[in-house]
């Protein structure tokens, strides 16, 4: 609850902000200031320590799980905050409403890891994306960033109308928007509902638009034009965690659903994921551009995350978190640099190790992650996943994984030619000047990353105190 | 204890020397490094009490891997072979020059850590770490300071052994759902119960892997470009110590994890490996490059290693232990010539080579012993390991060593032939100024030479190393 109340009040508080001074630094400042209380406040949620006492009339739940997340998405936008929060402000001239509007993100983000109740799906998807909408267009000079944001608006709103349509057919299969009601393996709740073709039906239409929201093929379409088209920095958010937070919603209302989806369920899920992994992974071996190979990369980051859903179990769930920190981490540092670059492509990146040897060494940690190499975060995120699939399934999915790890290997293709234009190729990279705060954050964060591949269970730890 | 420190040691000089600007002192530094690890590893062989050689702590609880490490008798001989080619390599290339070289001497560095704990885990995650840590600073040693096409051919070698690494990685996470306690532990591998026809699957995830690493025909693609393009002091380490990773896993993890798929599919790898070595022969007779010629040399003698393992003697098995190391002292050797020629000539084709040994005498002496030696003549040290190793094939099937056999001719014809194009014959124009090799080299290759006699003369210090190990694989089936 705390997360949810000091995130909206966050956002309404960096509205006010923007009337009272124009300074940037301030604004940024002040932004980084409320996202540590708002840090502050959801771990305080752990220890039972609430601001107000607010009855939701079941409508929502909290759990470790829930407000773990929001402890990585929260801490994501924080070091996304110390990295790029300059370049935020060069965006355009409404700096304050930028910050605005990342906080009511996070208020969708809030809601979607705690929801009990469809209608609260509904509204915590809303309140994420239309936000999104708005940061997409937030160039409102460039071509591309307008359209970029018209069509993710059309898109999105195509997308929530099949959410709702979803919605309203459970609803009429059990008069109850509660996701109890909801008939799932553990819980048969009316009989009557679990016969009828509505629920299987309405959860089919509620998957879709899930798919949709992280970006799983074939509902992927919407991604590579507004990755590419949205100011970078704000690519950077959209892809990681309002991205992640799609898969806790999808753990939430499908953990024990899976098989309500009908027979089908059983092709459903590895057709999803094998989709996912080819378009995704093909598609990025032939891009030019940096900026777009990672807007691939991130649909074939999904194919992993979709695992999740295959296996359905303890690992899985630890799993996810585990990948959203370690996918997070990694591609919020690669955008910081990005955002630096003049030039997206990968020849823009050549010689940049003799240049800023101590950013390249960090984009490469961050790749390497991406890529899964172990010794870093990645590594044990793909790991977990596929540790779920076999112990869910045992042979029968040693299939599915041997095409997940092959496809791995196709990622390292991609990832690993930023590497050589850094490192192996000769070049003179026009990169912004960057501050030595900047670059000492980039190394911690890399180092972190290289903890993590080395003692993943300490941030899993967290889950159970 | 004394075994972590031979992965410590070269970890954490490789890190210091990151930070060694100048290029002598990291030199200097690296020599010492290596040295220091060679004289740990001789104390922990040779004066260590068993006990101490094994080093288990807890790692990650959750997943049920521990850092565990031992020094057996298997790991003894790779070890102190990869303790040897450090400083052989670092002295012998001493006098080489490299770009920022400080960066190169740590990457060496942490190779060799990589390689120690490949050689040494008995954790199964543990030496799925390891060996991706051992491939990683390679990558970057070749794409940098490689040759003109460093980068495509890298790339390759990098995809080939990644791919290999994640069918193994998927291998060992079924295999961990199958242990009674969930342990990457190698005893409770070895104890997990699993049916014939899983058994048959695992088999290939894990072969495949290994037999890229080797590299085993059909897979051995990655093997000539690499080694041609990359820089020569990586070169030795990649064919000298780091193919035998390969060797050594299917030893210590392939064939007993898996003991009736080994025996059923050994005629399938046997044929492969045998194939391998007439194709890889025959190619080395058409080479006009030395490193080109050794690399399809090594594809071969490989291949007869590969074989051997899986004809399942004890024989057999302890000629492979003790091929392994020959083999990694040969090509060193074999290399650091190859180096020398190109260093100071600037060419490595035979035909743009001829009547070297007329102005280099003493590396003229030293590489045709050494050339002997790749031939596997009597009283060198590969024809111990051949000899056993042709009498094991032999046992298993008469047909298979009589083709196995044709190798040996063929490694004749190609080693003598490339040995009398460069050192005899009339001077060219291109050796018309050469110079008798440094004292550095020299005294390298003579180290090597005394070790191609000493083990041709009397092997029984490394089978003695090795012959534990060798009946526990063989009785294990």
């Known amino acids: 609850m705390n997360a949810i109340i000091l995130s909206a009040l966050g956002g309404i508080v960096m509205m006010f902000t923007g009337i009272f001074t124009q300074n940037k630094i301030v ?43 929001n402890t990585i998405a929260f801490t994501s936008t924080l070091i996304y905050f110390l990295l790029s929060g300059t370049d935020i402000t060069k965006v355009g001239i409404n700096v304050a409403e930028y910050f605005a509007l990342i906080f009511f993100v996070l208020c969708g983000v809030s809601i979607l890891t705690s929801f009990h109740n469809l209608l609260m799906l509904f509204l915590g998807i809303e309140i994420l994306s239309i936000p999104l909408y708005i940061l997409t267009g937030a160039d409102k000079k460039n071509l591309k960033s307008n359209e970029a944001a018209l069509k993710y608006f059309l898109m999105g709103s195509f997308s929530t109308g099949i959410l709702l349509m979803g919605i309203a057919l459970l609803y009429g299969a059990s008069g109850n928007f509660s996701i109890e009601s909801v008939p799932s393996t553990t819980s048969k709740v009316a009989e009557m509902a679990n016969s009828s073709i509505l629920t299987p039906l309405g959860l089919l239409f509620v998957f879709v638009a899930l798919l949709f929201k992280v970006s799983a093929a074939p509902f992927h379409f919407w991604v590579p034009d507004v990755y590419d088209g949205a100011p970078s920095v704000f690519t950077s958010f959209m892809a990681t965690i309002a991205k992640a937070v799609g898969f806790i919603a999808f753990i939430f209302l499908f953990e024990s659903r899976i098989a309500e989806l009908g027979p089908s369920s059983r092709i459903i899920i590895p057709f999803v994921i094998i989709l996912t992994l080819l378009i995704g992974n093909i ?56 955002i630096k670059m003049k030039d997206y492509t990968f020849e823009g990146y050549n010689g940049l190790a003799k240049k800023e040897p101590l950013i390249a060494a960090a984009n490469t940690i961050f790749l390497l992650s991406l890529a899964g190499i172990p010794l870093t975060a990645g590594f044990f995120a793909k790991y977990y996943m596929l540790l779920s699939a076999i112990k869910a399934n045992g042979q029968n999915a040693l299939w599915l994984v041997i095409v997940a790890v092959l496809f791995a290997a196709v990622s390292v293709y991609y990832y690993f030619r930023v590497i050589q234009a850094m490192y192996f190729k000769e070049g003179n990279p026009e990169i912004a000047t960057t501050n030595t705060s900047f670059k000492v954050i980039l190394l911690a964060l890399a180092a972190i990353i290289i903890f993590i591949g080395l003692f993943p269970t300490v941030v899993l730890n967290f889950l159970y105190f | 204890m004394i075994s972590l420190l031979l992965i410590l040691i070269p970890l954490f000089t490789g890190l210091l020397t990151f930070f ?27 004066f260590a009490q068993n006990n101490q050689l094994l080093f288990n702590t807890q790692w990650l609880p959750a997943l049920g891997s521990r850092f565990s490490i031992s020094l057996d008798g298997m790991s003894k001989a790779l070890v ?13 290339t001493y006098t080489n020059k490299y770009k920022s070289s400080h960066s190169f001497y740590a990457l060496m560095l942490l190779t060799q850590a990589g390689l120690m704990g490949v050689f040494m885990a008995t954790d199964a995650l543990l030496f799925y770490f390891f060996w991706e840590l051992a491939l990683i600073p390679v990558y970057f040693l070749s794409s940098i300071w490689g040759g003109e096409k460093r980068i495509a051919v890298t790339f390759k070698f990098f995809i080939y052994t990644f791919i290999g690494s994640l069918l193994m990685l998927v291998g060992i996470l079924y295999l961990y759902f199958n242990t009674v306690v969930p342990s990457f532990q190698i005893k409770d591998l070895l104890a997990a119960k699993i049916s014939l026809k899983e058994q048959n699957i695992l088999f290939w995830l894990f072969f495949i892997a290994f037999a890229i690493k080797m590299p085993i025909f059909p897979l051995h693609t990655w093997q000539p470009d690499a080694y041609e393009q990359s820089p020569t002091a990586v070169t030795m380490i990649l064919s000298g110590v780091m193919v035998k990773m390969g060797l050594f896993a299917v030893l210590r993890w392939l064939v007993p994890l898996f003991p009736e798929s080994a025996k059923t599919y050994s005629n399938i790898v046997i044929a492969l ?3 391998g070595m007439i194709y890889a022969s025959l190619i080395a007779i058409k080479q006009d490059d030395i490193k080109r010629l050794i690399a399809y040399s090594s594809i071969a003698h490989i291949g007869l290693m590969c074989a051997t393992i899986f004809t399942q003697t004890v024989i057999g098995t302890t000629g492979v232990m003790l091929q392994m190391f020959n083999h990694g002292i040969n090509v060193i050797g074999l290399w650091i ?18 009547g070297l040994a007329q102005k280099a005498p003493s590396l003229a002496i030293l590489f045709v012993i050494l050339a002997l030696a790749n031939i596997a003549l009597p009283l060198t040290n590969a024809f111990v390991g051949e000899f056993l190793m042709f009498n094991s094939l032999f046992q298993y099937n008469v047909w298979v060593a009589a083709i196995a056999g044709i190798s040996i001719i063929l490694a004749a014809v190609y080693t003598l032939n490339m040995v009398q194009k460069i050192l005899y014959g009339n001077t060219v124009a291109a050796t018309e100024k050469a110079l008798d090799t440094t004292l550095n080299i020299n005294w390298m290759l003579i180290v090597l030479v005394v070790i191609v006699f000493a083990l041709g003369v009397y092997p029984q210090p490394i089978i003695d190393l090795t012959k534990d190990t060798v009946n526990v694989i063989v009785q294990n089936r």
Do not use: W
Request: with cysteine; charged share 10%.
């Open chain 2, 273 to 275: 490996s045998v194939i």
């Open chain 2, 337 to 354: 010539v190859a180096d020398a020629i190109e260093q100071q000539l600037g060419t490595r084709k035979f035909s743009e080579l001829g």
């Open chain 1, 283 to 338: 598609t990025a071996v032939f891009q030019q551009s940096v900026k777009r190979m990672l807007a691939y990369s991130s649909i074939a980051q999904a194919g992993f995350m979709l695992f999740v859903l295959y296996s359905n179990n303890d690992i899985s769930s630890e799993g996810i978190l585990l990948y959203s920190v370690a996918y997070s981490f990694a591609t919020i540092g690669i955008f910081a640099i990005l």
């Open chain 1, 27 to 69: 604004i940024k400042n002040i932004a980084i200031i409320t996202l540590l209380l708002l840090l502050i406040g959801n771990l305080l949620h752990f220890y039972g320590i609430y601001m107000l006492h607010v009855d939701v009339k079941d409508m929502l739940q909290f759990n470790n799980f829930g407000l773990f997340f």
């Open chain 2, 80 to 92: 102190l072979l990869t303790a040897i080619s450090f400083p052989v390599v670092f002295i012998a």
């Open chain 2, 20 to 46: 060694l600007k100048q290029e002598k002192t990291a030199k200097n530094f690296s020599i010492f490094s290596s040295v220091i690890t060679l004289g740990t590893v001789c104390i922990a062989i040779f």
